[in-house]
RNA sequence: AGGGGUAUGGUGUAAUUGGCAACACGAGUGAUUCUGGUUCACUUAUUCUAGGUUCGAGUCCUAGUACCCCUGCCA
């Protein structure tokens, strides 16, 4: 059960236009929940391909692929390439299959795969089907041999080093090693005996035969199949060879019947291999062309796979979800909606420039989208005592409590309102009270009068300190002629403040979020090394009070706590709160400008 | 050193292919607002440099500069 099983339409059985995967092209990836619309897009890449479509290049067909090698998790920089094949395939009705390029046995997982298409599906892309390079390796052997016999590759039985070494360098020649010209039938038995595993690893190699002399390293005699005897996570021990990148990924798109092999940049100098493979196969199918763009990074992010998982084994993070990874599952745990990450790819445009996008400029699409969607809620995070001395008391002597309807989303009336208890018994922000407020401070401060958002007008009276003087409550009366949050007479404040009844409050743990990196190229300075880390990437707020509907929010679900930011719940730990991201802080700003000055 | 690629505001992309340098984000100013949120208005450019062709150049030509990628039996 190797190769070429019967779904999948290796083998080279069938010519041209049957090989391609019929499978109905789903609806397209656009057909998602509404508010998640991505704009349309146009760049060098769909100019080429609406070109072709006008040449009647692949009679009009348009067929893309994403191709991950399942041995980590996605991250932020591959919903790039995933955006990129996805929208440019659906765009001109085509379609996009997934393709595990999964031709190194000692590095790739079954979990990888789960994890790749589960995160595929999370951004809201369905590919028309899931294929695996390792489901060609019979129908790429055989066009081995066809290499071989035609004298166009050959065993090399040198080992890596000196391979490595023959190869020559920039501006200088390579060394043709001295199995180059041996006789056809020579390296077609060795390479029998190759997969017959009869070699340890390394012992030898099947390396085309091009040209030692050429600019391109890539042409200087590739290494096209190597020995490993490690266990695959789909044909298992059932070889011992396995074909490189090089050898695979062409092969692979044309049996597929991709059309438009999309990649990031630092392949470019494979594409005359990619080319030179295909053109000296005896191929029923037509040849897709590859090309290049410019993969995405983020400033203070890092997307270098050897770096996160380093940061996973160490323990630095909580695991590839931690929501301060960049990693899709990452950014899931922490909030950010799947469309955010997808707009922004189609929004930055597609190039051949090597650039950095600033993140806020990510984390801006996020509260566009957020802001939209999210339900409002209101809770304290650093809560300091309010108490309402002339808040009234029932008959039987317990104080009053009155209801308020809260509107859920002043951006979407459809959401309705929601029943929040207020009473003299409150919290507060700590930073929404000062005892001495500084220039432009516009909340409460004794003597002066601020709106609880939807409920009262209140006038801060006094203030009990502890014994070092700090300030643990504020006292404070309300003016009953104001209820829901209005005077009659007109007067205005200054600031409108979010509370929560402390009797019908709900506890909240909150997980705020600074940069993993400070710097804004991590590891230009400090490369592998972990040492640019920035240790106070987390701030775990504990002995939050939320508003009593923050018990019932699902796992997984975002809502706005009011002036503060959005906050995704934890799927796991209920009552725990990731903030996603924070509001627009117009006083933030404020401060910082007076630092300055 | 050889080859390949790329240069447009603070950032990222556009520019009907030789015809008024546009859009988004950020930043700033002001207005609106029961979130210092949202929304709205305005402000923010010697198109890498130097020459040249042209009525006209981001776009074409010449020379230069800077950055990125390529010497895995990784992908």
Redesign the pocket.
């Known amino acids: 059960m190797t190769a070429g099983s019967p779904e999948t339409p290796s083998a080279g059985a069938t010519p041209s236009a049957g090989a391609k995967p019929s499978a109905g092209a789903k609806p397209s990836a656009g057909a998602k929940p509404a508010a998640t619309e991505r704009p349309a897009a146009?760049?060098?890449i769909r100019?080429r391909v609406q070109r072709d479509i006008e040449q009647g290049t692949f009679g009009g067909r348009v067929q893309t692929r994403f191709?991950?090698?399942p041995?980590g998790y996605l991250h932020i920089g591959h919903a790039k390439a995933i955006t990129q094949d996805f929208v440019t395939a659906e765009s001109f009705g085509g379609i996009c299959n997934v393709r595990f390029?999964?031709?190194?046995p000692?590095?790739e997982e079954v979990e990888f795969v789960e994890s790749i298409l589960a995160d595929i599906e999370w951004l809201g892309f369905h590919p028309a089907n899931v294929f695996y390079?390792s489901d060609y390796f019979e129908q790429l052997y055989d066009w081995a041999l066809h290499l071989i016999s035609n004298n166009l590759a050959y065993v090399?039985?040198?080992?890596?080093d000196?391979?490595?070494?023959q190869?020559?360098?920039?501006?200088?020649p390579?060394i043709e090693s001295p199995y180059r010209d041996r006789p056809v039938a020579e390296s077609l038995d060795l390479f029998a005996r190759m997969r017959a595993g009869e070699f340890d690893?390394?012992?030898?190699?099947l390396?085309a035969k091009i040209d030692m002399q050429s600019?391109?390293?890539?042409l200087?005699d590739?290494?096209l199949?190597?020995?490993?005897h490690g266990h695959h996570h789909r044909t298992h021990d059932a070889w011992v060879i396995?074909?490189?990148?090089?050898w695979?990924?062409g092969q692979s798109d044309a049996i597929e019947g991709v059309t438009h092999s999309i990649c990031t940049?630092?392949?470019?100098?494979?594409?005359p291999l990619y080319d030179w493979c295909l053109d000296n196969l005896p191929l029923p199918y037509e040849q897709p062309q590859q090309i290049?763009f410019?993969r995405l990074e983020f400033?203070h992010t890092v997307t270098s796979k050897r770096r996160l998982k380093k940061m996973v084994a160490e323990g630095v993070v909580d695991g590839w979800d931690d929501p301060r990874m960049p990693t899709l599952a990452g950014l899931r745990r922490r909030g950010y909606p799947p469309s955010a990450i997808t707009t922004f790819c189609v929004?930055?445009?597609?190039?051949?420039?090597?650039?950095?996008?600033?993140i806020?400029?990510l984390?801006?699409?996020v509260?566009?989208q957020l802001?939209?969607v999210a339900q409002?809620r209101m809770a304290v995070l650093r809560p300091i005592k309010l108490t309402l001395t002339n808040w009234p008391t029932n008959d039987d002597g317990t104080p009053v409590v009155e209801w308020f309807d809260l509107?859920n989303?002043?951006?979407n009336p459809d959401d309705g309102t929601r029943r929040v208890a207020f009473t003299g018994n409150l919290v507060i922000e700590s930073e929404?009270f000062a005892l001495d407020p500084p220039p432009?401070?516009?909340?409460l401060s004794v003597g002066r009068e601020v709106?609880?958002?939807?409920?009262y007008l209140v006038t801060a009276t006094d203030v009990v300190t502890d014994d070092d003087g700090n300030v643990v409550e504020v006292l404070a009366t309300y003016d009953p002629e104001?209820?829901?949050?209005?005077a009659p007479d007109g007067r205005?404040?200054?600031?409108?403040?979010?509370w929560v009844s402390v009797p019908h409050s709900t506890p909240l743990t909150a997980a705020l979020y600074d940069r993993l990196f400070a710097a804004e190229v991590p590891g230009e300075a400090t490369g592998e090394s972990l040492d640019d880390l920035n240790p106070n990437s987390r701030e775990l707020l504990t002995g939050c009070l939320g508003e009593a509907s923050l018990a019932d929010v699902e796992g997984g679900q975002v809502v706005?706590?009011?002036?503060?930011g959005y906050f995704a719940a934890d799927p796991d730990q209920p009552g725990l709160f990731h903030r996603t991201v924070g509001?627009?802080?117009?006083?933030?700003?404020?401060q910082?400008?007076q630092q300055k000055a």
Request: hydrophobic share 25%; aromatic share 8%.
């Open positions: 146009s760049d060098f100019e191709p991950p090698e041995n390029d999964d031709t190194n000692d590095t390079a090399d039985e040198q080992d890596g000196t391979i490595s070494a190869r020559g360098g920039y501006g200088r390579g690893e390394g012992a030898m190699c390396r600019d391109n390293m890539w200087r590739p290494v199949y190597r020995i490993r396995y074909p490189t990148y090089d695979a990924h940049l630092e392949f470019d100098s494979h594409r290049e410019a400033t929004e930055i445009g597609t190039a051949r420039t090597n650039a950095r996008h600033a806020e400029s984390e801006a699409v509260r566009r802001n939209a409002r509107t989303n002043p951006e929404d432009k401070f516009f909340r709106r609880l958002r939807g409920a104001t209820r829901g949050g209005d205005k404040v200054k600031s409108t403040m979010h706005q706590f009011e002036r503060l509001l627009k802080d117009e006083w933030a700003a404020i910082r400008r």
